[in-house]
């Protein structure tokens, strides 16, 4: 079994660091090439737009479930810290289980959407299911990084009661 978390782990960190990674080189290449031409050869570069917009979502897309592994997500927690351990669970579950059973809810239509789907991009003629194939990739993250942040706020707060009351006792 810890093989297999080790593999996990691997392509996750394959596809939510080294593609975003590179989708970033794409990105800022393709930005400084279109700035360039633009000024030095005084003509637009039409397909450096459309990388870079591409770029940009696709590390979204293939970012967003190494940020919710490290928990590094973009929170506001001004009144998270000053509530009691038991409200930072109960707060912790349901934000999570929310965001798991909305991604669950939402995953079958949206990826029927997608099949149908017959747009293709202005510029590069990609087919929007190829545009849009990380979107799932995101989508399965988190839902199963939600599902372990659960487990982990639930295993966190059983640590905390067993060591206060271990510190209550001495």
């Given at each position: 079994?810890?093989s ?13 660091v ?24 005084g ?12 770029a ?11 940020a ?11 009144v ?25 809810i939402?995953?079958q ?8 789907s017959t747009?293709i ?7 929007y ?8 990739w ?14 982990k706020?639930l295993?966190d707060?059983k640590?905390?009661?067993?060591q ?7």
């Open positions: 079994m810890e297999f978390k080790n593999v996990v782990k691997k392509i996750n960190n394959i596809i939510g080294l593609f975003p990674c590179i989708l970033f080189l794409a990105l800022f290449f393709s930005f400084v090439i279109t700035v360039a031409y633009r000024y030095i050869a003509k637009s570069v039409v397909w450096g737009n459309e990388v870079a917009i591409l940009y979502m696709w590390i979204m897309f293939f970012g967003c479930g190494k919710m592994e490290n928990d590094e997500h973009v929170v506001f927690s001004l998270y810290d000053v509530v009691s351990p038991v409200v930072k669970l109960a707060m912790k579950v349901v934000y999570n289980a929310v965001l798991a059973i909305l991604m669950v939402c995953f239509p949206c990826l029927k959407a997608l099949l149908a747009q991009t202005g510029v590069l003629k990609l087919p299911t190829v545009v849009f194939a990380p979107f799932f995101m989508m399965l993250n988190i839902i199963v990084y939600s599902v372990i942040n659960i487990r706020a295993d707060y640590a905390s009661g067993s206060g009351s271990k510190e209550a006792s001495v």
